[in-house]
């Protein structure tokens, strides 16, 4: 399915009217004018094989703009990828915000008890030397020099992660754009009255659309 969409944009970057090497944006950003391939995968976090398998495939077409779209419930962050990426999550806030450190972890608890729920929109940035991924895990406080209570990593992930780079790694995505919501994905009080998941993912995309046409 992904790779049928990618199709869609080799077909528009043989177009001298949408890319062309002399542009000083590059190729991706020149398709990303035209068009945009949203993948979303509400659970993205909660899985670490399916979440590298996503990864991989957005790795194998870095130049194309593919955009990851998931959803994060800050509260109930219970998996080692959902917690990095509700840092990430901090982090783009913050710099929303443009407040430090002081001043976000002052009003952030209180934000979340209104505001628990957050559709994130992702893109993938390879961070492919050690001292980049480093500074990120800085920004996102993972490092081993953290306090105990503080620490979501262990030495495995900093060896494999860090240390060394995996293109599938959590660490290459960037969080671009995020909506606050009060509500999950899926509303109602039991299976009688739920809204269906499938329904919910779809609408979770459409979220972070742009342009006049959508294929669904």
Known sequence: TVQGAINYHIAL????????????????????LFVELIWS???????????ADVRKIMAIFPEYPICLTFDLDLGNLNSVGRKILGRFVQR??????????????A????????FPFMSCKAIYKPRPTRELREALCQELG?????SKDKNIVDGKFIENEVTSYDPTSVLNLEITDILPRRLGLMIGKNKQNLTQ???GNQMHALRFARGFYVQT
């Not at 509400?42 to 094989?49: V, Y």
């Open 92 to 105: 783009k806030l913050k710099e929303e915000w443009a407040m430090d450190n002081d001043e976000f972890d």
């Open 41 to 51: 995968h509400q659970t993205h976090g909660a899985d670490a094989l399916k979440d």
């Open 197 to 199: 998941g499938k329904a």
């Open 142 to 146: 993972l490092l081993p020099w953290e």
């Open 13 to 32: 970057e043989m177009k001298a009217s949408i890319t062309t090497r002399h542009s000083t944006l590059k190729k991706r950003d020149q398709l990303a």
């Open 107 to 114: 009003v952030f608890p209180d934000f979340i008890k209104k």
